[in-house]
């Protein structure tokens, strides 16, 4: 194969334009071929041949074209799907009402469409392989949830070309991307060699632990091979390795009473940050990077009782699962001393005792994907293909579960630009998001194959 290359004297921008165009169409249907060459074969170390005819064949499809075309045509229609999307309040364990308007999105896209018992949507897409008997699937997954509690005002206000509310970028963005991937699909009448799931999973966020995407694996494991979720805007990144976190709440609970009259009786507020005060002394490593949160803390009725209750939330993640047993431990042990300390600095230990119990709220394992996996060369043909540079990362997201059982997957953004994830002050601008969407159709296309027709 040959390239068309600009002449090293002429410089314009014109020559550019003309010269190159050959060049980066050509290099552009290599990289076609190199999605196709990871496409699923029926045996590892099928012909290099047949691998090669079927990427040739994959290459001149017009659907994956028209696929494409579409989602830059619809970019408006995306938009508004993201607002109406991030204006159905989605508080964690409260999916349900924004789970019925993706249901019915992913229904319009052509999809016969579920819903599982713990809220998940899956919109099922018919591999090829299915009528043989091979059932061999791909997810490509969003999450539904909110951080933000009932009653938060969700409201999408446009300044500029900026959309602002709680949670449109994590994951209104994610959400409507793989809603939008199901229809330019479906649009563009692509028959995939695996099946698809579209899923939408409740549970990403804080203490829903996962649970959606747990409850998919559970139930696709078997015949599950690459699981790409779309979390949250941008293209820079690619998380490829399942940072390991746990959740825990620490109670302490003793007898109550008056500020005045019962002065000197053991207070668990006090016990509470006696132990946090010595917890977040603990050394940790800077590498294996390890981190806490102390996150929440309540209890109390009044500022003139002593409370009968507090209770503190804890985040702790790291790179290695022993520092995170280490740092498990040491807030055991420190809550243990604070309620020592408490114990006997209390004057009037008759009135009462304190109790204490840590709790764990959640518990996210770790897993890396294997850097030979064909989930890899898919993502980095996409981003060549669309131009994009992207590191690998570890985080905690839904990848985690598939990750953590030995299926590949990858968490990636999908497009545009977002900041303020988590807050009030949550942004998102939708410009240049067709690349994320692309980015997102090709690397899902690369690990479903495509069914080629016979005839055009
Ligand atoms: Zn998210």
Redesign the pocket.
Known sequence: MTTSGCPAACSSRRCDETHNRPHIETVKRVLLWVILLTMPARSVVSAHSSRQSQAAQFTDTPPVRAAISWLKQNFSWINEQQIRLTEIPAPPFQEGTRAEAVKALLEEAGLEVRMDKTGNVIGILNGATTRTGQSEAVMLSA?LDTVFPAGTDVKVRQEGKRLLAPGIS??GTGLTAMIAIARAINAAHIKPQRTILFAADVG??GEGNLRGMRALIDAYRSNLKAVIVL??SGTDHVTTKALASRRLEVTVTGPGGHSWSDFGMPNPINALVRGSVRFINTKIPASPRTTFNLGQISGGTSVNSIPHEAILKVDIRSESEDELVRLEAALRECVTAGVRDEMESSRDRSKGKLEWKVDLLGSRPAGDLRPDSPLVFALRAADEYVGNQSRNERSSTDANIPLSVGIDAISIGAGGNGGGAHSLQEWYDPEGREMGLQRALLTLLGVSGVVQEKTR
């Open positions: 999450h994590d994951n990403e966020e979390d949250g």
